[in-house]
């Protein structure tokens, strides 16, 4: 495992890369209010399964999330996390890797409005929130903590032109035709995805192996779900290891 900086116009993205593969990696987007080690250290032991599958791997914090720069209400919003990805995948590409993406609920919407560039191989999104216009809402009305200035969840503070954001973002529409290999996972029990959301992704990605977690909640949070997704993702990294992509 290796510390890795990526700057990102007069900001730092901060993030670990592992693996040793010098043609192939997997970068990891967390999800909102996430970081890239996130719930119950998932995404990291997803690193290391997807890199003991013979990829490098590249798990890192949006702007204003664990240690990237920048303050979480500044910094929060799903376009720019898209340019920041864009970012990301363009330093690994001038390193000669071809770019593999693995992207956690509202990472999956980042990441499914990035596939017009050619370099990105294979796809797996792990809960992708299509539905997040739907999310925040209800996660702003639980609060009850509505300001003038945006609301807060869960010790975060969201501004007002990310709640706008989110109401009016293109979730489906813009996502580009993708020939690639794509798995789709997510929980029968997640408590803020709608099943809604899986089906409409499931019928956007020709090239789609979609699966359901029985029992499974969003963040995967009993040691037996998480283990499943742990075999989703050996299996389908260890198909496409020697794919010619």
Same mark, same amino acid.
């Given at each position: 495992? $290796?510390?890795?900086?990526?700057? %990102? ?5 901060? /993030?670990?890369?592992?693996? !040793? ?8 987007? *967390? /999800? ?7 719930? %119950? ?44 990805? $864009? ?10 890797? $071809? ?13 499914? %409005? ?16 299509? !539905? ?6 209800? +996660? ?6 509505? *300001? ?40 029968? $029990? ?27 909640? %969003? ?22 290891? !020697? +794919?010619?992509?």
């Amino acid at each position: 495992m $290796k510390y890795l900086e990526v700057k %990102h116009k007069d900001k730092t993205i901060r /993030g670990f890369l592992h693996g !040793n593969n010098k043609s192939d990696v997997v970068l990891i987007f *967390h /999800g909102f209010t996430g970081n890239k080690v996130d719930h %119950h250290g998932m995404i990291k032991t997803f690193a290391q399964d997807i890199a003991f599958s013979g990829f490098s791997t590249y798990r890192f914090d949006f702007l204003g999330s664990g240690d990237s720069d920048g303050n979480f209400f500044e910094e929060e919003s799903i376009s720019s996390q898209i340019e920041q990805a $864009k970012t990301v995948i363009q330093s690994f590409v001038e390193k000669n890797y $071809k770019i593999h993406i693995f992207a956690f609920s509202m990472g999956g919407v980042v990441a499914t %409005h990035l596939l017009n560039d050619k370099n990105i191989q294979s796809l797996f999104l792990l809960s992708p929130a299509g !539905n997040f216009n739907e999310i925040l809402k209800r +996660m702003i009305t639980q609060s009850g903590k509505r *300001h003038t200035d945006g609301a807060e969840i869960n010790g975060f503070h969201i501004s007002n032109e990310f709640i706008e954001e989110a109401e009016t973002f293109s979730y489906f529409d813009d996502i580009c035709y993708f020939k690639g290999p794509v798995q789709l996972v997510q929980g029968t $029990k997640d408590q803020y995805v709608s099943k809604e959301s899986f089906l409409s992704y499931k019928s956007i990605f020709k090239n789609c192996y979609a699966v359901w977690i029985e029992n499974a909640d %969003h963040c995967y949070s009993e040691i037996s779900t998480t283990e499943s997704v742990r075999k989703e993702i050996i299996n389908f990294y260890g198909k496409i290891k !020697n +794919m010619a992509i």
